[in-house]
Each structure stands twice: as structure tokens, then as C-alpha cells.
């Protein structure tokens, strides 16, 4: 398992644009310079690998799992997703239709609308009163210039931490990572 945690998350989206992290850790995966979004899950496909991309309000996760013998392999996919995302508009615009359903649907729960209310009183004002997907208005004026300066600015060497479990060495681990990034 090889894991990226980046110290941004929600808690960083820009006033007026709440959910650009969400949508910018969505769309990862959705194309790169070298992948179409099919290309690349057909290669972590024929490695056996899975590539997850999460964000929440603190920190965004991508995580990778694979056989170690396939391990430089799919290491150069997630390169290609983290470094050389193209974030195609036609994406962008699936993603905020579907992340805007998900929230409507959600509005069905009780609890969750009491959660999030729950929330706004208790961080008025603050990044964590509000949903990490973000709220309807703000998802619609979100652009693609939006995702990449968030992608641009949080998605940093400096502001990464990586961890490694499985069947390497450190030594094994350094080398793979100055190859790579």
C-alpha cells in the first residue's frame, strides 16, 4: 500500500468556491497528459492495482495498492494522476451533476440534515460548518481554471506526506520515489 496524504482538504477551498477540493481529488483519475480516464483503468486493471483518491475537510488521500512486483508500474500511473492531471471539462461537469444528486438525495435523511445543521451552528462562518462536497451554488461556479489553481497550490511535494507498507525496503522505497517524482 502507498499512500499520499496532502495536508489540504475542504477546510482550504476558496470563499465562494466550497467543494473545488472535492471536485479537484474527483477528477484525478478522470485523465492525464499520458491516460484517458478509460486508459488508465484499464492499466491499474492489468496490474491488479486500485488507485483511491479521497478528500475530506483537513487532508486529501491518495491511495494506491498493488502487488510489490507490480509496484514501479503502477507507481507510474499514480505519477501520471498526481502530477500530469488534464481535468477535462466534460468530467468536470459530470462530476458536479453527480455530486450535486448525491446531495439532494441526501436531503431525504434526517440525520444527515440534522448533522449538517448541527455543524453550521456550531462553526458559523467556519470551513468546518460546511460540507466537504460544498454547498449546490457554490459546486455550479466552480470552473476548471478553479481545479487546477487548487491543484497547482495544494498538490505540492511540501506539503505531502507519503507512506509505504508492504513487502520493500526503505532503500527499495527511496529509489522508486527519486524515479518517480
Known sequence: IFNILLKSGAASDPTGKEGVANLTAELLT?????????ALAEELDFLGASLGVD????????????????????LSLLTSVILTPTFPEIELGKKQTEVLGGLKSREEDPGWVAQRAFLE???????YGRLVEGAPASIARVTRA??????????????????VAGDITQEQIAQLLQTHF
Not at 478522470?30 to 478509460?38: L, M, S
Not at 486529501?60 to 508500474?73: E, F, I
Open 55 to 74: 478528500a475530506d475537510l483537513e487532508s486529501t488521500t491518495l491511495t494506491l495498492t498493488t502487488l510489490t512486483k507490480n509496484l514501479d508500474a503502477a
Open 30 to 38: 478522470r485523465g492525464t497528459k499520458q491516460y484517458t480516464a478509460q
Open 121 to 127: 451552528k456550531l462553526y458559523p462562518g467556519h470551513p
Open 146 to 163: 478553479d481545479v487546477v489553481r487548487y491543484h497547482q497550490t495544494h498538490y505540492r511535494p511540501n506539503n505531502a506526506i507519503i507512506s
